[in-house]
């Protein structure tokens, strides 16, 4: 069965929302058609992907990490994944804010992930590798 996990948006995502919003009102106010129609699709792809950002676990033994409808998927095996770190970015009295996971692929490769249900989302991916790891133990005896 397949797991979808969503993402978490953090403080810096809306404050790049936000000076998109500020730069594309600036240039419609202004008149700069140049300036105006970047920074609306911009806009477009800052809110696509703070929507449509998920993470998929699926029963086949791939992860696959969704970005939004304009982005490409890229697709991990869970056999590839040597660790899953958790990192904070800054503390501030003693909380901690833009707290993310780094996966550790077998081939050095690292990738950012930013789930809302963290410990799920480990705790999935690692009951998804341990009966991977019992299959392919019964299928080699």
């Not at 996990?5 to 404050?15: G, Q």
């Not at 000076?19 to 970047?38: C, E, H, Q, R, S």
């Not at 081939?107 to 299959?135: H, L, M, S, W």
């Amino acid at each position: 069965m397949d797991r979808v996990f969503h993402s978490k948006t953090d403080l810096s995502s809306y404050l790049l929302l936000a000076f998109a919003l500020t730069a594309t009102v600036w240039a419609m106010w202004n008149k700069t058609g140049l300036i105006y129609a970047p920074c609306i699709v911009l806009v477009a792809l800052i809110v696509e992907r703070i929507i449509h950002t998920q993470y998929l676990v699926t029963a086949n033994g791939m992860l696959v990490i969704q970005r939004g409808r304009l982005a490409h998927d890229k697709s991990i095996d869970l056999k590839s994944i040597e660790r899953i770190d958790q990192v904070c970015r800054f503390r501030i009295g003693g909380k901690s804010y833009g707290q993310y996971l780094i996966i550790v692929l077998s081939d050095g490769r690292q990738v950012a992930v930013r789930p809302k249900n963290e410990t799920g989302f480990v705790e999935c991916i690692t009951k998804y590798r341990r009966q991977a790891d019992q299959k392919s133990a019964s299928t080699d005896n």
